[in-house]
């Protein structure tokens, strides 16, 4: 197995907008080692997100090769690609986008089941998740009745539904306070060494980036140091 579980070679991105050519990623390259917290930091527009999203196979890159976990992702078609998200990449989004219309529990177990996992299973998985992320007196609970921390929290739990290798984080500390930012960022560690899983996060909050492995810094579309 592989050190390394990102590798992105080259990476351009290029938006049209009627006769407009914006150039969101100019020719990135980064490596992400196995078991790393990663920062990336950038002013608004930099391409952060572009750049995530690429990197989780949610967005295809204009040129340039992206390989995850020894997968050439940028060469999969759509129905392999979105079976190789749900199976291995988890994304925490900085507006949780929990369902709605779902308790806790049945949001975490939403991915599980998507992948073919007998009830039992996941319910017994997702509780032992919420558990684990200290939630699970709040299972039952509606995304409503929990505070952004708290939902931020579930969101986190879910994206480790189906034990993913990468989880990938765009601001998840965006919208909370810096208690609860404080908080989330010791779950992230604590799953790190627990699991080593390897988590990537767009962040523009210092304080989460003195917490990161490495950081990478980006500006109009390319890396600028490390």
């Known amino acids: 197995m592989s050190d390394v579980i990102v590798n992105a070679v080259d990476v351009t991105k290029v938006y049209r907008r009627g006769r407009v050519e914006v150039q969101a990623l100019r020719s990135v390259s980064l490596q992400v ?6 920062g ?5 527009g930099s391409g ?3 750049l995530l999203n690429i990197i989780g196979g949610l967005d295809k890159p204009s040129s340039g090769r992206v390989f995850v976990d020894g997968v050439e992702i940028t060469s999969l078609d759509e129905g392999k690609l979105a079976g190789y998200r749900l199976k291995r990449i988890g994304f925490v989004f900085q507006s949780y986008n929990l369902l709605p219309t779902l308790t806790a529990l049945e949001n975490v177990e939403l991915p599980m089941a998507l992948a073919g996992l007998p009830k039992a299973k996941r319910r017994e998985r997702a509780l032992k998740l919420l558990r684990m992320v200290g939630l699970e007196a709040r299972a039952y ?6 505070s952004g921390g708290e939902q931020q929290r ?4 879910r994206a480790l539904a189906n034990n993913p290798s990468l989880v990938l984080a765009d601001e998840p500390t965006g919208d909370l306070d810096s208690t609860s930012a404080r908080g989330l960022m010791g779950l992230i560690e604590h799953l790190n060494r627990e699991n080593r899983q390897t988590f990537i996060i767009v962040t523009h909050d210092p304080l989460v980036a003195e917490r990161c492995s490495s950081v990478y810094h980006i500006r109009d579309g390319r890396i600028e140091s490390l």
Do not use: D, F
């Not at 080692?33 to 990663?38: L, Y």
């Open 40 to 44: 990336i930091m950038g002013p608004s």
């Open 48 to 50: 952060k997100t572009t």
């Open 141 to 146: 609970h509606m995304p409503e009745e929990l």
């Open 154 to 157: 579930v969101a986190v739990a």
């Open 33 to 38: 080692k196995r078991g790393e917290i990663v």
